[in-house]
Nanobody
Framework: QVQLVESGGGLVQAGGSLRLSCAASGRTANIAAMAWYRQTPENPRELVARITLVGSTNYSNSVRGRFTISRNKARNTVYLQMNNLKPDDTAVYSC?????????????WGKGTPVTVSS
């Protein structure tokens, strides 16, 4: 199993920045990719950014150019640097790890960290 713990959320004014962290523990050697998702009460969970085992990244159109996902392999930690934040970025941000177990994979989730962007 893999445990994920997020940190770094909070309240920020529009135009400001935050950096989220997600620390993974457990069977981290089998992690194939890690990602950040976000969700609000009004909207379904959406993918924000993903980084694969080989370092490939992809972003949602709404954050591309403003957010950057990165990782520290030695610390089993993934980061989401969020710049030029907008009120529409307000959500609970959750970390996801896709772990391979032979021919199958399992998704693990953190509990989430709230981000509030005031106008």
């Amino acid at each position: 199993q893999v445990q994920l713990v997020e940190s770094g959320g909070g309240l920020v004014q529009a135009g400001g920045s935050l950096r989220l962290s997600c620390a993974a523990s457990g069977r981290t050697a089998n992690i194939a990719a890690m990602a950040w998702y976000r969700q609000t009460p009004e909207n379904p969970r959406e993918l924000v950014a993903r980084i694969t085992l080989v370092g490939s990244t992809n972003y949602s159109n709404s954050v591309r150019g403003r957010f950057t996902i990165s990782r520290n392999k030695a610390r089993n930690t993934v980061y989401l640097q969020m710049n030029n934040l907008k009120p529409d970025d307000t959500a609970v941000y959750s970390c996801n790890a896709k772990v391979n177990y032979g021919p199958t994979s399992v998704d693990y989730w953190g509990k989430g960290t709230p981000v509030t962007v005031s106008s």
